[in-house]
């Protein structure tokens, strides 16, 4: 049960340690002993919800900053099946200070990686159960594929992330409709996120057209539509603008939704960061989205900007120029 830099405690739902490895021990929290309750050396805000989820055998996964002394730890519990929660400790006080970005990167993408493994391999024990009813194993099923659906994205973004850092993605360059760009775009993301209901209007002219890369500008605009929806409460609206002003294309995406804090907005764009409003309303990503927008706006060589009121909402702008030189410009200012 040993991990290079992970603690991990394993407790029944009694909350009672029945196991831990060396690193917690040795690293974390020195008085661990089995049959003490994790209650007395650690104080974690959702422990009933845990607990309950333990006792009823719900899946559960939840991570929560913990201090210990000036270290500053990432608490990750995980219910995979009754009676057995796993609490995993990270110590992320290095990530926040260190500029060894290759060391973080790696175990972000181990970290990643490994929740949504682990919650695959809890469904496939639910599963091979004999005496799961054949009506949960569908249901289960639906959700091995969904999490495999998220593993793949994962790695889509990162192959991305990563043809782009190392230069190798070639740009095409064409004549590119706009509007119809940001209908494919809202088409897309209207089914992915149905359940939100969030409404999008589009307000633009039919006939604006950019010289650009296309599928760059596509990524771009479905990154921060996702992010807009996402981040919309129910029901909301979300307002994207694109209009031509000096050769420039001017596109932006205005949401009304949760916002960010104003200390956090100049960290956004970095691979893995996610703000604080998405512990606080539960939002699932991976912090790569805007990453990969900062590379790709790179490559159009088109400027970004955010204006977010935290509870309020958000508005991020690009400015695309249009790189076209000769006649099949098509725009219509
Ligand atoms: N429109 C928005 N409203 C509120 N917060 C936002 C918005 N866009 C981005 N954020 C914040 O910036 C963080 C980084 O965004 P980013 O798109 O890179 O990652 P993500 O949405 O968490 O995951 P994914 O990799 O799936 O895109 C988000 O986690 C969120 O905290
Ligand atoms: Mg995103």
Not at 42 to 67: M, Q
Not at 93 to 121: C, R, W, Y
Request: aromatic content about 10%; overall charge neutral.
């Amino acid at each position: 049960m040993n991990f290079v830099d992970e603690g991990l405690i394993v407790t029944n739902d009694d909350l009672v340690v029945l196991d831990y490895n060396d690193t917690l021990r040795d690293n974390f929290i020195s008085k661990v002993k089995r049959g003490i309750k994790i209650i007395e050396i650690i104080s974690f805000p959702d422990i009933n919800e845990a607990f309950e989820s333990a006792s009823s055998g719900r899946l559960f996964s939840k991570k929560t900053p913990v201090y210990f002394g000036l270290k500053r730890v990432e608490c990750e519990v995980t219910v995979l099946k009754e009676n057995r929660l796993y609490w995993i400790f990270k110590d992320v006080t290095a990530q926040e200070t260190l500029k060894n970005a290759k060391a973080d990167f790696v175990s972000a993408v181990s970290h990643e990686f490994m929740t949504p493994i682990g919650v695959v391999k809890g469904f496939l024990e639910i599963i091979k159960d004999p005496s799961t009813p054949l009506r949960l194993k569908e249901n289960y099923i639906d959700r091995t594929i969904s999490q495999l659906n998220r593993l793949e994205k994962l790695l889509d973004q990162l192959l991305s992330l990563s043809e782009l850092e190392m230069k190798r993605y070639k740009p095409i360059f064409s004549s590119v409709n706009v509007f119809q760009l940001l209908s494919e775009a809202k088409e897309e993301m209207s089914y992915r996120w149905k359940p939100k209901n969030v409404q999008i209007f589009i307000n633009s002219n039919e006939t604006l057209f950019v010289y650009t890369d296309g599928s760059a500008l596509y990524r771009i605009v479905t990154n921060l539509l996702s992010n807009a929806i996402k981040y919309s409460y129910e029901n909301g609206e979300v307002e994207i603008l694109a209009k031509k002003q000096r050769g420039l294309l001017m596109l932006s995406i205005e949401d009304h939704g949760i916002g960010i804090k104003e200390k956090e907005v100049p960290r956004i764009f970095e691979r893995f960061y996610r703000a604080s409003n998405c512990t606080q309303t539960g939002a699932k990503g991976m912090g790569l989205g805007l990453a990969l927008v900062k590379h790709l706006c790179e490559i159009l060589n088109a400027k970004i900007s955010i204006e977010s009121k935290y509870t309020l909402g958000t508005k991020v702008t690009i400015v695309v120029p249009d790189l076209h030189t000769g006649q099949s410009a098509k725009s219509h200012d």
